[in-house]
């Protein structure tokens, strides 16, 4: 692989509470890393108003644990508004979630839904 694609993030699962769901994939993996990648987003990420008035968003953890393949910050911000989790305008501060590393089998995504 030449060029880094920061969806698979959103794909893999270590059993933990705060993994994506567990999904099969198909040929069709550049769809279903979409899919995978929208849902996981949607259901995790938070808005609020930090310290000063600053708007924060908190991303999953596994945004900054491997933040160089999603280009820092700023490729969290822009990868947060292609999936209109974000305004053009919006400039937020960049924080994480915390990490649930309770152990949980057995949640697997079915269709479209977690």
């Known amino acids: 692989m030449e060029t880094v694609d920061p ?9 933990a509470e705060s993994c994506p769901a567990i999904a099969a994939y198909s040929a069709d ?3 279903e890393l979409a899919d995978a990648t929208a849902l996981y987003l949607e259901r995790t990420v938070e808005h609020d108003t930090g ?4 708007s924060v968003v908190r991303v999953p953890r596994v945004c900054l644990w491997f933040r160089g393949d999603f280009g820092g910050a700023a490729g969290v911000r822009r990868l947060l508004r292609e999936h209109g989790l974000l305004g053009a305008d919006e400039r937020p501060r960049v924080r994480s979630l915390e ?8 949640r697997f ?5 977690e």
């Open 109 to 113: 995504r079915e269709d479209a839904g």
């Open 29 to 31: 993996v550049d769809a």
């Open 7 to 15: 969806r698979i993030h959103f794909a893999l699962n270590c059993a």
């Open 99 to 106: 990490w649930d590393w309770s152990r949980r089998v057995g």
């Open 51 to 54: 310290r000063l008035g600053r």
